[in-house]
Protein backbone atom coordinates (compact mmCIF):
# COMPACT_ATOMS: atom_id res chain seq x y z
CA UNK A 1 0.00 0.00 0.00
CA UNK A 2 1.20 3.55 -0.70
CA UNK A 3 2.28 5.73 1.84
CA UNK A 4 0.17 8.36 0.61
CA UNK A 5 -2.97 6.09 0.71
CA UNK A 6 -1.83 4.42 3.75
CA UNK A 7 -2.19 7.54 5.38
CA UNK A 8 -5.55 8.65 4.61
CA UNK A 9 -8.55 7.40 6.33
CA UNK A 10 -10.61 6.15 3.70
CA UNK A 11 -8.20 3.23 3.20
CA UNK A 12 -10.26 0.37 2.98
CA UNK A 13 -11.28 -0.11 -0.67
CA UNK A 14 -11.71 -2.78 -3.68
CA UNK A 15 -9.58 -2.57 -6.91
CA UNK A 16 -11.47 -4.47 -9.16
CA UNK A 17 -7.73 -5.99 -10.79
CA UNK A 18 -7.19 -7.32 -7.56
CA UNK A 19 -9.99 -9.64 -6.22
CA UNK A 20 -8.64 -9.18 -1.69
CA UNK A 21 -6.89 -6.29 -0.21
CA UNK A 22 -3.40 -6.68 -0.29
CA UNK A 23 -1.85 -8.58 2.33
CA UNK A 24 -0.11 -5.33 4.13
CA UNK A 25 -2.94 -3.80 4.09
CA UNK A 26 -4.70 -2.64 7.98
CA UNK A 27 -7.86 -5.03 7.27
CA UNK A 28 -7.95 -7.86 4.62
CA UNK A 29 -11.29 -8.54 3.93
CA UNK A 30 -13.52 -10.18 0.59
CA UNK A 31 -15.79 -7.17 -0.19
CA UNK A 32 -18.73 -9.51 -1.24
CA UNK A 33 -18.81 -10.56 2.58
CA UNK A 34 -19.06 -7.31 3.91
CA UNK A 35 -22.59 -5.84 4.36
CA UNK A 36 -23.16 -2.07 3.55
CA UNK A 37 -25.17 -0.18 6.01
CA UNK A 38 -25.29 3.97 5.41
CA UNK A 39 -26.14 5.56 8.11
CA UNK A 40 -25.42 9.40 7.09
CA UNK A 41 -25.83 10.72 3.49
CA UNK A 42 -22.19 10.84 3.50
CA UNK A 43 -21.76 6.65 3.77
CA UNK A 44 -24.07 6.11 1.03
CA UNK A 45 -22.45 9.20 -1.30
CA UNK A 46 -19.22 7.32 -0.57
CA UNK A 47 -20.26 3.43 -0.64
CA UNK A 48 -22.52 4.78 -4.13
CA UNK A 49 -19.34 5.91 -5.41
CA UNK A 50 -17.81 2.85 -5.38
CA UNK A 51 -21.27 0.89 -6.08
CA UNK A 52 -21.23 3.29 -9.64
CA UNK A 53 -17.69 2.08 -10.59
CA UNK A 54 -15.52 5.23 -9.19
CA UNK A 55 -12.48 3.62 -8.28
CA UNK A 56 -10.63 6.95 -7.44
CA UNK A 57 -11.74 10.26 -5.12
CA UNK A 58 -9.32 13.01 -5.92
CA UNK A 59 -9.43 15.09 -2.60
CA UNK A 60 -8.59 18.19 -1.05
CA UNK A 61 -10.30 18.76 2.20
CA UNK A 62 -11.42 21.18 4.44
CA UNK A 63 -13.56 22.17 7.21
CA UNK A 64 -16.51 20.64 5.00
CA UNK A 65 -15.25 16.95 4.74
CA UNK A 66 -15.99 16.28 8.90
CA UNK A 67 -18.63 14.40 7.47
CA UNK A 68 -17.10 12.51 4.67
CA UNK A 69 -13.76 11.75 6.96
CA UNK A 70 -15.94 10.13 9.98
CA UNK A 71 -17.78 8.17 6.86
CA UNK A 72 -13.90 7.14 5.61
CA UNK A 73 -12.87 6.17 9.20
CA UNK A 74 -16.09 4.36 9.85
CA UNK A 75 -15.29 2.46 6.59
CA UNK A 76 -12.44 1.54 7.64
CA UNK A 77 -13.14 0.21 10.90
CA UNK A 78 -16.47 -1.80 9.53
CA UNK A 79 -14.63 -2.91 6.03
CA UNK A 80 -16.70 -1.59 3.93
CA UNK A 81 -15.84 -1.22 -0.29
CA UNK A 82 -15.05 2.97 -0.86
CA UNK A 83 -13.02 4.45 -3.38
CA UNK A 84 -9.62 5.11 -2.84
CA UNK A 85 -9.18 8.12 -1.53
CA UNK A 86 -5.93 10.05 -3.20
CA UNK A 87 -4.68 13.37 -1.21
CA UNK A 88 -3.64 15.90 -3.88
CA UNK A 89 -2.69 19.41 -1.72
CA UNK A 90 -3.45 21.50 -4.95
CA UNK A 91 -7.08 21.35 -6.76
CA UNK A 92 -5.75 22.00 -10.03
CA UNK A 93 -3.60 19.35 -10.10
CA UNK A 94 -6.03 16.68 -8.50
CA UNK A 95 -8.41 17.79 -11.59
CA UNK A 96 -5.56 16.99 -13.77
CA UNK A 97 -4.96 13.57 -12.61
CA UNK A 98 -8.42 12.55 -12.77
CA UNK A 99 -8.30 13.78 -16.25
CA UNK A 100 -5.48 11.62 -17.62
CA UNK A 101 -6.88 8.52 -15.25
CA UNK A 102 -10.07 9.24 -17.77
CA UNK A 103 -8.46 9.88 -20.76
CA UNK A 104 -7.00 6.59 -20.63
CA UNK A 105 -10.01 4.20 -19.22
CA UNK A 106 -12.69 6.59 -20.48
CA UNK A 107 -14.30 6.01 -17.02
CA UNK A 108 -15.01 8.65 -14.83
CA UNK A 109 -13.84 9.47 -11.79
CA UNK A 110 -14.80 11.72 -8.79
CA UNK A 111 -12.84 14.59 -6.93
CA UNK A 112 -14.02 16.86 -3.97
CA UNK A 113 -12.96 19.90 -2.61
CA UNK A 114 -12.73 22.63 -0.26
CA UNK A 115 -16.01 24.89 -0.55
CA UNK A 116 -16.05 27.54 -3.34
CA UNK A 117 -11.97 28.43 -2.37
CA UNK A 118 -11.58 24.41 -3.56
CA UNK A 119 -13.95 25.05 -6.27
CA UNK A 120 -12.16 28.34 -7.18
CA UNK A 121 -8.44 26.59 -7.41
CA UNK A 122 -9.56 24.14 -9.84
CA UNK A 123 -12.11 26.22 -12.40
CA UNK A 124 -8.44 26.28 -15.04
CA UNK A 125 -8.33 22.22 -14.91
CA UNK A 126 -12.18 21.49 -15.59
CA UNK A 127 -12.20 24.44 -18.35
CA UNK A 128 -9.21 21.74 -20.15
CA UNK A 129 -11.78 18.78 -18.76
CA UNK A 130 -14.45 20.96 -20.14
CA UNK A 131 -13.05 21.46 -23.72
CA UNK A 132 -11.67 17.96 -24.20
CA UNK A 133 -14.76 16.22 -23.21
CA UNK A 134 -13.83 14.40 -20.16
CA UNK A 135 -16.18 12.89 -17.73
CA UNK A 136 -15.61 14.08 -14.38
CA UNK A 137 -17.92 14.21 -11.00
CA UNK A 138 -16.58 16.83 -9.41
CA UNK A 139 -17.95 18.38 -6.26
CA UNK A 140 -17.14 20.43 -3.32
CA UNK A 141 -18.43 20.88 0.30
CA UNK A 142 -20.86 23.83 0.92
CA UNK A 143 -20.32 26.22 4.02
CA UNK A 144 -23.16 25.30 6.73
CA UNK A 145 -26.47 26.08 5.58
CA UNK A 146 -27.34 27.18 9.85
CA UNK A 147 -25.53 29.28 11.96
CA UNK A 148 -25.97 27.41 14.95
CA UNK A 149 -29.21 25.29 16.56
CA UNK A 150 -29.70 21.02 16.25
CA UNK A 151 -28.56 20.17 12.88
CA UNK A 152 -24.87 18.61 12.69
CA UNK A 153 -22.90 20.29 10.95
CA UNK A 154 -24.19 23.89 11.67
CA UNK A 155 -21.34 25.99 11.94
CA UNK A 156 -18.53 26.07 13.90
CA UNK A 157 -15.88 28.36 12.52
CA UNK A 158 -15.41 31.96 12.09
CA UNK A 159 -14.37 31.10 8.27
CA UNK A 160 -18.00 29.92 7.69
CA UNK A 161 -19.24 33.40 7.30
CA UNK A 162 -16.57 34.98 4.36
CA UNK A 163 -16.48 31.49 2.56
CA UNK A 164 -20.10 31.27 1.50
CA UNK A 165 -21.41 32.39 -1.86
CA UNK A 166 -24.44 33.57 -3.19
CA UNK A 167 -24.13 31.15 -6.14
CA UNK A 168 -21.09 28.48 -5.40
CA UNK A 169 -21.70 26.56 -8.81
CA UNK A 170 -21.97 29.74 -10.84
CA UNK A 171 -17.91 30.69 -11.04
CA UNK A 172 -17.93 27.34 -13.21
CA UNK A 173 -21.18 26.58 -14.53
CA UNK A 174 -20.27 28.25 -18.27
CA UNK A 175 -17.68 25.18 -18.37
CA UNK A 176 -20.25 22.21 -16.38
CA UNK A 177 -22.98 20.28 -18.53
CA UNK A 178 -24.41 20.08 -15.18
CA UNK A 179 -24.67 21.52 -11.45
CA UNK A 180 -26.86 20.74 -8.71
CA UNK A 181 -26.75 21.17 -4.42
CA UNK A 182 -28.12 18.47 -3.02
CA UNK A 183 -30.73 19.42 -0.45
CA UNK A 184 -31.90 16.51 1.36
CA UNK A 185 -30.25 12.85 2.30
CA UNK A 186 -32.90 11.17 0.43
CA UNK A 187 -31.58 12.44 -2.94
CA UNK A 188 -27.94 10.82 -3.15
CA UNK A 189 -28.73 8.55 -5.05
CA UNK A 190 -30.76 10.08 -7.85
CA UNK A 191 -28.41 13.13 -7.35
CA UNK A 192 -25.42 10.85 -7.92
CA UNK A 193 -26.90 8.66 -10.57
CA UNK A 194 -28.01 11.59 -12.75
CA UNK A 195 -24.10 13.23 -12.62
CA UNK A 196 -22.65 10.30 -13.53
CA UNK A 197 -25.41 9.43 -16.46
CA UNK A 198 -24.89 13.00 -17.81
CA UNK A 199 -21.51 13.21 -17.38
CA UNK A 200 -21.18 10.18 -19.83
CA UNK A 201 -23.59 11.26 -22.17
CA UNK A 202 -22.13 12.37 -25.46
CA UNK A 203 -20.79 15.14 -25.68
CA UNK A 204 -18.92 14.20 -22.46
CA UNK A 205 -18.07 16.40 -19.81
CA UNK A 206 -17.71 17.59 -16.23
CA UNK A 207 -20.55 17.93 -13.77
CA UNK A 208 -20.47 19.57 -10.35
CA UNK A 209 -22.04 19.27 -7.29
CA UNK A 210 -22.15 20.68 -4.20
CA UNK A 211 -22.57 19.08 -1.02
CA UNK A 212 -23.26 20.73 2.63
CA UNK A 213 -22.20 19.75 5.68
CA UNK A 214 -25.48 19.22 7.01
CA UNK A 215 -26.85 17.20 4.94
CA UNK A 216 -23.48 15.11 4.61
CA UNK A 217 -24.29 14.40 8.29
CA UNK A 218 -27.86 13.86 8.22
CA UNK A 219 -29.69 10.17 8.55
CA UNK A 220 -29.89 8.52 5.66
CA UNK A 221 -33.44 7.30 5.13
CA UNK A 222 -32.83 4.15 3.59
CA UNK A 223 -30.80 1.78 0.88
CA UNK A 224 -29.64 2.18 -2.67
CA UNK A 225 -30.21 0.32 -5.91
CA UNK A 226 -27.35 -2.42 -6.73
CA UNK A 227 -27.33 -0.86 -9.94
CA UNK A 228 -27.80 2.89 -11.44
CA UNK A 229 -30.94 4.24 -11.49
CA UNK A 230 -30.35 6.45 -14.80
CA UNK A 231 -28.58 5.27 -17.86
CA UNK A 232 -26.34 7.57 -19.82
CA UNK A 233 -28.02 8.83 -23.01
CA UNK A 234 -27.30 6.57 -26.28
CA UNK A 235 -24.35 8.11 -28.44
CA UNK A 236 -25.88 10.47 -31.62
CA UNK A 237 -26.58 8.71 -34.46
CA UNK A 238 -25.82 10.34 -38.10
CA UNK A 239 -28.88 11.34 -39.95
CA UNK A 240 -29.10 8.58 -43.13
CA UNK A 241 -29.97 11.54 -45.65
CA UNK A 242 -26.93 13.29 -44.80
CA UNK A 243 -24.53 10.82 -44.40
CA UNK A 244 -25.55 9.86 -47.92
CA UNK A 245 -24.84 13.29 -49.01
CA UNK A 246 -21.52 13.23 -47.57
CA UNK A 247 -21.22 10.07 -49.05
CA UNK A 248 -21.45 11.28 -52.75
CA UNK A 249 -19.41 14.06 -52.02
CA UNK A 250 -16.35 12.37 -50.82
CA UNK A 251 -16.65 9.47 -53.68
CA UNK A 252 -17.14 12.31 -56.47
CA UNK A 253 -14.07 14.64 -54.48
CA UNK A 254 -10.52 14.47 -56.19
CA UNK A 255 -8.73 15.68 -53.56
CA UNK A 256 -10.41 15.10 -49.96
CA UNK A 257 -8.57 16.02 -47.07
CA UNK A 258 -9.37 14.96 -43.04
CA UNK A 259 -8.05 17.36 -40.86
CA UNK A 260 -8.01 16.22 -36.76
CA UNK A 261 -7.63 16.67 -33.77
CA UNK A 262 -9.32 14.49 -31.04
CA UNK A 263 -10.18 11.94 -34.09
CA UNK A 264 -8.13 9.27 -31.92
CA UNK A 265 -9.76 9.36 -28.47
CA UNK A 266 -10.54 6.04 -28.59
CA UNK A 267 -8.95 2.93 -30.61
CA UNK A 268 -12.60 2.52 -32.05
CA UNK A 269 -12.32 5.93 -33.74
CA UNK A 270 -8.58 5.87 -34.72
CA UNK A 271 -9.64 2.81 -36.59
CA UNK A 272 -12.34 4.29 -38.52
CA UNK A 273 -10.18 7.26 -39.20
CA UNK A 274 -7.88 5.00 -40.62
CA UNK A 275 -9.80 2.66 -42.27
CA UNK A 276 -12.15 5.55 -44.33
CA UNK A 277 -8.46 7.23 -45.26
CA UNK A 278 -6.71 4.00 -46.31
CA UNK A 279 -10.08 2.95 -48.21
CA UNK A 280 -10.43 6.23 -49.94
CA UNK A 281 -6.88 7.31 -50.15
CA UNK A 282 -7.65 10.71 -48.46
CA UNK A 283 -4.67 12.39 -46.61
CA UNK A 284 -4.75 12.92 -42.95
CA UNK A 285 -3.43 16.16 -40.94
CA UNK A 286 -3.64 16.02 -37.54
CA UNK A 287 -3.85 20.27 -36.85
CA UNK A 288 -3.30 21.04 -32.88
CA UNK A 289 -3.75 16.74 -32.18
CA UNK A 290 -4.43 16.11 -28.37
CA UNK A 291 -4.57 12.30 -30.15
CA UNK A 292 -3.19 10.77 -32.80
CA UNK A 293 -5.80 8.44 -35.40
CA UNK A 294 -2.53 7.56 -37.57
CA UNK A 295 0.66 6.36 -37.16
CA UNK A 296 3.07 8.85 -37.32
CA UNK A 297 4.90 6.79 -39.97
CA UNK A 298 1.68 5.98 -42.10
CA UNK A 299 1.89 6.98 -45.56
CA UNK A 300 -1.75 8.74 -45.43
CA UNK A 301 -0.87 10.99 -42.45
CA UNK A 302 -0.43 14.31 -44.09
CA UNK A 303 1.79 16.23 -41.25
CA UNK A 304 0.68 18.29 -38.58
CA UNK A 305 -0.77 21.68 -40.42
CA UNK A 306 -3.01 22.08 -42.82
CA UNK A 307 -2.47 25.32 -44.79
CA UNK A 308 -0.08 23.05 -47.57
CA UNK A 309 -3.15 20.86 -48.85
CA UNK A 310 -5.85 23.10 -47.82
CA UNK A 311 -5.78 25.75 -51.09
CA UNK A 312 -6.39 22.73 -53.68
CA UNK A 313 -8.71 20.33 -51.41
CA UNK A 314 -12.42 19.82 -53.01
CA UNK A 315 -13.73 18.27 -49.82
CA UNK A 316 -12.54 18.54 -46.53
CA UNK A 317 -13.57 16.49 -43.60
CA UNK A 318 -13.62 17.99 -40.45
CA UNK A 319 -13.54 15.09 -37.97
CA UNK A 320 -13.98 15.78 -34.25
CA UNK A 321 -11.90 19.19 -34.72
CA UNK A 322 -12.66 22.58 -32.79
CA UNK A 323 -10.14 24.89 -34.99
CA UNK A 324 -9.22 23.04 -37.96
CA UNK A 325 -7.46 25.71 -39.74
CA UNK A 326 -6.32 29.20 -38.89
CA UNK A 327 -8.73 32.14 -40.87
CA UNK A 328 -5.92 34.41 -40.55
CA UNK A 329 -3.42 32.05 -42.51
CA UNK A 330 -5.98 30.90 -45.36
CA UNK A 331 -9.19 29.43 -45.61
CA UNK A 332 -10.97 26.76 -48.14
CA UNK A 333 -11.15 27.35 -51.71
CA UNK A 334 -14.54 28.84 -52.08
CA UNK A 335 -16.26 25.90 -54.33
CA UNK A 336 -14.52 23.37 -51.95
CA UNK A 337 -16.91 21.73 -49.69
CA UNK A 338 -16.51 21.62 -45.84
CA UNK A 339 -18.04 18.64 -43.69
CA UNK A 340 -18.15 18.77 -39.92
CA UNK A 341 -18.35 15.14 -38.25
CA UNK A 342 -18.34 14.23 -34.31
CA UNK A 343 -20.84 13.80 -31.08
CA UNK A 344 -20.87 17.67 -31.31
CA UNK A 345 -19.99 19.27 -34.58
CA UNK A 346 -20.57 22.66 -34.37
CA UNK A 347 -18.81 22.95 -30.68
CA UNK A 348 -22.33 24.61 -29.27
CA UNK A 349 -20.68 25.57 -26.49
CA UNK A 350 -17.82 27.53 -28.29
CA UNK A 351 -19.24 30.96 -28.03
CA UNK A 352 -17.40 32.19 -31.67
CA UNK A 353 -16.86 29.27 -33.95
CA UNK A 354 -17.47 30.87 -37.37
CA UNK A 355 -15.33 27.81 -39.72
CA UNK A 356 -17.76 27.04 -42.88
CA UNK A 357 -19.43 24.64 -42.52
CA UNK A 358 -21.86 22.94 -45.49
CA UNK A 359 -22.99 19.89 -43.61
CA UNK A 360 -22.73 19.49 -39.96
CA UNK A 361 -23.18 15.75 -39.13
CA UNK A 362 -23.69 14.28 -35.83
CA UNK A 363 -22.56 11.45 -34.59
CA UNK A 364 -19.84 9.34 -32.73
CA UNK A 365 -16.46 9.14 -34.66
CA UNK A 366 -16.38 5.36 -34.89
CA UNK A 367 -20.09 4.41 -36.05
CA UNK A 368 -20.17 7.52 -38.22
CA UNK A 369 -16.92 6.99 -40.44
CA UNK A 370 -17.65 3.75 -40.66
CA UNK A 371 -21.02 4.15 -42.18
CA UNK A 372 -19.86 6.25 -44.20
CA UNK A 373 -17.42 4.40 -45.35
CA UNK A 374 -19.78 1.80 -46.54
CA UNK A 375 -22.03 4.52 -48.30
CA UNK A 376 -19.13 5.82 -50.33
CA UNK A 377 -18.23 2.75 -51.89
CA UNK A 378 -20.81 2.62 -54.76
CA UNK A 379 -19.60 6.68 -55.65
CA UNK A 380 -16.05 5.87 -55.76
CA UNK A 381 -13.66 5.25 -58.69
CA UNK A 382 -11.29 2.90 -58.15
CA UNK A 383 -8.62 4.15 -60.47
CA UNK A 384 -9.09 7.92 -58.95
CA UNK A 385 -8.76 6.41 -55.72
CA UNK A 386 -5.66 4.48 -56.49
CA UNK A 387 -4.17 7.36 -58.75
CA UNK A 388 -4.35 9.78 -55.13
CA UNK A 389 -2.42 7.01 -52.85
CA UNK A 390 0.14 7.09 -55.31
CA UNK A 391 0.34 11.17 -55.25
CA UNK A 392 -0.24 11.05 -51.53
CA UNK A 393 1.59 8.88 -49.90
CA UNK A 394 4.77 9.97 -52.46
CA UNK A 395 3.97 13.67 -51.17
CA UNK A 396 3.53 12.14 -47.49
CA UNK A 397 6.68 10.47 -47.29
CA UNK A 398 8.73 13.29 -48.71
CA UNK A 399 7.85 15.53 -46.10
CA UNK A 400 8.07 13.23 -43.40
CA UNK A 401 11.82 12.43 -44.43
CA UNK A 402 12.73 16.62 -45.28
CA UNK A 403 11.55 17.42 -41.65
CA UNK A 404 13.48 14.90 -39.69
CA UNK A 405 16.82 15.41 -38.34
CA UNK A 406 19.54 18.73 -37.89
CA UNK A 407 22.46 19.25 -35.84
CA UNK A 408 23.40 18.47 -32.33
CA UNK A 409 22.39 21.51 -30.86
CA UNK A 410 20.01 22.64 -27.44
CA UNK A 411 16.84 23.06 -29.72
CA UNK A 412 13.24 21.88 -29.11
CA UNK A 413 14.17 19.93 -32.67
CA UNK A 414 17.07 18.43 -30.99
CA UNK A 415 16.01 17.45 -27.67
CA UNK A 416 12.75 16.05 -29.47
CA UNK A 417 14.79 13.71 -31.14
CA UNK A 418 16.51 12.56 -27.98
CA UNK A 419 12.77 11.64 -26.43
CA UNK A 420 12.10 10.25 -29.59
CA UNK A 421 15.04 7.79 -28.85
CA UNK A 422 13.11 6.38 -25.25
CA UNK A 423 10.30 5.83 -27.02
CA UNK A 424 9.36 2.15 -27.14
CA UNK A 425 6.22 0.05 -27.34
CA UNK A 426 4.91 0.17 -23.83
CA UNK A 427 5.28 4.14 -23.72
CA UNK A 428 2.58 7.00 -22.96
CA UNK A 429 3.97 10.39 -24.13
CA UNK A 430 1.82 13.39 -22.42
CA UNK A 431 2.56 16.38 -24.18
CA UNK A 432 2.12 19.93 -22.38
CA UNK A 433 4.78 21.92 -24.40
CA UNK A 434 5.62 22.47 -28.21
CA UNK A 435 7.48 19.63 -28.97
CA UNK A 436 8.18 19.29 -32.48
CA UNK A 437 5.86 15.87 -33.51
CA UNK A 438 7.69 15.83 -36.90
CA UNK A 439 10.27 14.53 -35.04
CA UNK A 440 8.66 11.14 -32.86
CA UNK A 441 7.74 7.99 -34.11
CA UNK A 442 3.98 7.24 -32.72
CA UNK A 443 3.21 4.21 -34.36
CA UNK A 444 -0.10 3.21 -31.96
CA UNK A 445 -3.10 5.26 -31.11
CA UNK A 446 -3.69 5.91 -27.13
CA UNK A 447 0.13 6.28 -26.72
CA UNK A 448 -0.17 10.26 -27.32
CA UNK A 449 -1.55 12.57 -25.44
CA UNK A 450 -1.67 16.94 -25.84
CA UNK A 451 -2.85 19.58 -24.11
CA UNK A 452 -5.91 20.83 -24.23
CA UNK A 453 -6.52 23.55 -26.46
CA UNK A 454 -8.05 25.72 -23.65
CA UNK A 455 -4.45 26.47 -22.90
CA UNK A 456 -5.06 26.15 -19.08
CA UNK A 457 -1.15 25.50 -18.16
CA UNK A 458 -0.57 22.86 -15.71
CA UNK A 459 -2.54 20.08 -17.16
CA UNK A 460 0.73 17.88 -18.21
CA UNK A 461 1.71 17.16 -15.40
CA UNK A 462 -1.51 16.19 -13.10
CA UNK A 463 -2.04 14.01 -17.01
CA UNK A 464 0.78 12.04 -16.73
CA UNK A 465 0.60 10.77 -12.99
CA UNK A 466 -3.38 10.42 -13.54
CA UNK A 467 -2.21 8.21 -16.56
CA UNK A 468 0.42 6.26 -15.13
CA UNK A 469 -2.51 5.57 -12.03
CA UNK A 470 -4.72 4.51 -15.16
CA UNK A 471 -1.68 2.06 -16.74
CA UNK A 472 0.73 0.78 -14.13
CA UNK A 473 2.61 -1.78 -16.89
CA UNK A 474 2.97 1.18 -19.08
CA UNK A 475 6.23 4.22 -19.09
CA UNK A 476 4.73 7.39 -18.91
CA UNK A 477 6.37 10.37 -19.75
CA UNK A 478 5.73 13.94 -19.84
CA UNK A 479 6.98 16.74 -22.19
CA UNK A 480 6.52 20.19 -20.13
CA UNK A 481 7.70 23.79 -20.89
CA UNK A 482 9.18 25.00 -17.71
CA UNK A 483 5.74 27.83 -17.72
CA UNK A 484 3.80 24.75 -17.91
CA UNK A 485 5.94 22.85 -15.03
CA UNK A 486 5.54 25.70 -12.38
CA UNK A 487 1.49 25.85 -13.03
CA UNK A 488 1.40 21.89 -12.49
CA UNK A 489 1.78 22.58 -8.78
CA UNK A 490 5.77 20.65 -9.28
CA UNK A 491 5.27 20.33 -5.07
CA UNK A 492 2.28 18.66 -4.80
CA UNK A 493 2.90 16.88 -7.83
CA UNK A 494 6.10 15.02 -6.91
CA UNK A 495 4.64 14.55 -3.25
CA UNK A 496 1.43 12.65 -5.34
CA UNK A 497 4.05 10.78 -7.04
CA UNK A 498 6.51 9.74 -4.38
CA UNK A 499 3.37 8.79 -2.32
CA UNK A 500 1.53 7.05 -4.47
CA UNK A 501 4.65 5.31 -6.21
CA UNK A 502 4.26 6.86 -9.76
CA UNK A 503 7.48 6.87 -11.88
CA UNK A 504 7.14 8.95 -14.53
CA UNK A 505 9.89 10.50 -16.05
CA UNK A 506 9.48 14.54 -16.71
CA UNK A 507 11.74 16.24 -19.39
CA UNK A 508 11.43 20.02 -19.38
CA UNK A 509 11.93 21.96 -22.23
CA UNK A 510 13.70 24.99 -20.70
CA UNK A 511 13.56 28.22 -22.90
CA UNK A 512 13.25 30.45 -19.65
CA UNK A 513 10.07 32.21 -21.10
CA UNK A 514 6.83 32.22 -22.06
CA UNK A 515 7.12 31.53 -25.97
CA UNK A 516 3.42 31.89 -26.64
CA UNK A 517 3.02 35.32 -25.22
CA UNK A 518 6.64 36.55 -27.36
CA UNK A 519 5.46 34.94 -30.67
CA UNK A 520 2.02 36.48 -30.56
CA UNK A 521 3.48 39.72 -29.62
CA UNK A 522 5.79 39.60 -32.90
CA UNK A 523 3.03 38.04 -34.54
CA UNK A 524 0.74 41.55 -33.89
CA UNK A 525 3.96 43.69 -34.13
CA UNK A 526 6.77 42.02 -36.05
CA UNK A 527 8.56 45.23 -36.31
CA UNK A 528 7.85 46.73 -33.11
CA UNK A 529 9.73 47.63 -29.91
CA UNK A 530 9.39 44.26 -28.18
CA UNK A 531 10.86 42.76 -31.17
CA UNK A 532 14.43 44.14 -30.72
CA UNK A 533 14.55 43.40 -27.13
CA UNK A 534 16.27 40.11 -25.90
CA UNK A 535 13.92 40.54 -22.66
CA UNK A 536 10.66 40.96 -24.23
CA UNK A 537 7.95 42.35 -21.59
CA UNK A 538 5.87 39.99 -19.48
CA UNK A 539 7.75 36.91 -21.10
CA UNK A 540 10.73 36.49 -19.27
CA UNK A 541 11.26 34.07 -16.73
CA UNK A 542 14.70 34.28 -15.39
CA UNK A 543 16.19 33.74 -13.58
CA UNK A 544 15.20 30.23 -14.02
CA UNK A 545 14.86 27.79 -11.26
CA UNK A 546 16.82 24.52 -10.52
CA UNK A 547 13.49 22.31 -11.59
CA UNK A 548 16.30 19.58 -10.75
CA UNK A 549 16.14 19.92 -7.14
CA UNK A 550 12.13 20.34 -6.83
CA UNK A 551 11.89 16.43 -7.90
CA UNK A 552 15.03 15.42 -5.40
CA UNK A 553 13.21 16.95 -2.14
CA UNK A 554 10.17 13.87 -3.24
CA UNK A 555 12.84 11.30 -3.59
CA UNK A 556 13.36 11.70 -7.15
CA UNK A 557 16.32 11.93 -9.29
CA UNK A 558 16.75 14.91 -11.45
CA UNK A 559 19.14 16.47 -13.90
CA UNK A 560 20.01 19.66 -15.33
CA UNK A 561 21.29 19.52 -19.10
CA UNK A 562 23.27 22.42 -21.28
CA UNK A 563 25.46 20.48 -23.23
CA UNK A 564 23.73 18.68 -25.91
CA UNK A 565 26.42 15.79 -26.02
CA UNK A 566 25.10 14.96 -22.73
CA UNK A 567 21.48 15.14 -23.21
CA UNK A 568 20.84 11.43 -24.10
CA UNK A 569 22.91 9.92 -21.30
CA UNK A 570 21.05 11.90 -19.05
CA UNK A 571 17.79 10.84 -20.13
CA UNK A 572 18.89 7.18 -20.55
CA UNK A 573 19.79 7.49 -16.85
CA UNK A 574 16.88 8.89 -15.96
CA UNK A 575 15.10 6.66 -17.91
CA UNK A 576 16.61 3.63 -15.95
CA UNK A 577 15.41 5.36 -12.45
CA UNK A 578 12.11 5.29 -13.71
CA UNK A 579 12.23 1.69 -15.02
CA UNK A 580 14.15 -0.04 -12.76
CA UNK A 581 13.94 1.30 -9.47
CA UNK A 582 9.79 3.02 -9.65
CA UNK A 583 11.28 6.31 -8.84
CA UNK A 584 10.44 9.55 -10.55
CA UNK A 585 12.62 11.47 -12.55
CA UNK A 586 13.42 14.80 -14.06
CA UNK A 587 15.33 16.11 -16.67
CA UNK A 588 16.06 19.88 -16.80
CA UNK A 589 16.76 20.40 -20.69
CA UNK A 590 18.38 24.61 -20.79
CA UNK A 591 17.74 25.15 -24.03
CA UNK A 592 20.67 27.60 -25.79
CA UNK A 593 20.02 30.86 -25.80
CA UNK A 594 20.33 31.60 -29.64
CA UNK A 595 16.50 29.83 -29.47
CA UNK A 596 15.87 31.58 -26.28
CA UNK A 597 15.74 35.34 -27.85
CA UNK A 598 14.35 33.93 -31.14
CA UNK A 599 11.99 31.79 -29.56
Known sequence: MSVLVANVACQIQFDKRDPIVKPDHPVAFKPETVGFRPETAADAWLGLLAARGVEYLFANGGTDFAPVVEACAKGQALGWRLPEVVIVPHENLGVAMAHGYTMITGRPQAMMVHVGVGTANAVNGLMNASRMNIPILFSAGRTPLTESGALPGARNNYIHWAQEHFDQGGMLREFMKWDYELRHPEQVETILDRALAIAKSEPQGPVYVTLPREILASQFPGKFSESTTISPASPPAPDPDTLDEVAKLLGRAENPL?????????????????????????????????????STEHPLAAGWDPQGLLPQSDLILVVDCDVPWLPSQGNPKP??????????????????????????????????????????????????????????????????????????????????????????????????????????????????????????????????????????????????????????????????????????????????RWAAVHRSTLGVYPKGYASKTSRPPFATLEPSPRFEHIIQASGGHGERVEDPHQLMPALERAMKVVRDEKRQALVNVCLEASYVKTS
Open 258 to 294: LITANGGRSVEAARAIQQLAETFAIPVIHYRPRYLAL
Open 335 to 512: DAKVVHIGPDPLFARYPLRGFRTDLALTGGVATTLDALCERTQKHASASHVENRRQAVTAQSTATRRQARGGPAAMTPRFASQCVNRLLADDTILVNEYPILLEELTIREPMRYFGNPPSGGLGWGLGAALGAKLASPDKTLIATLGDGSYMFGNPTPGHFVGEGMRLPVLYVIFNNA
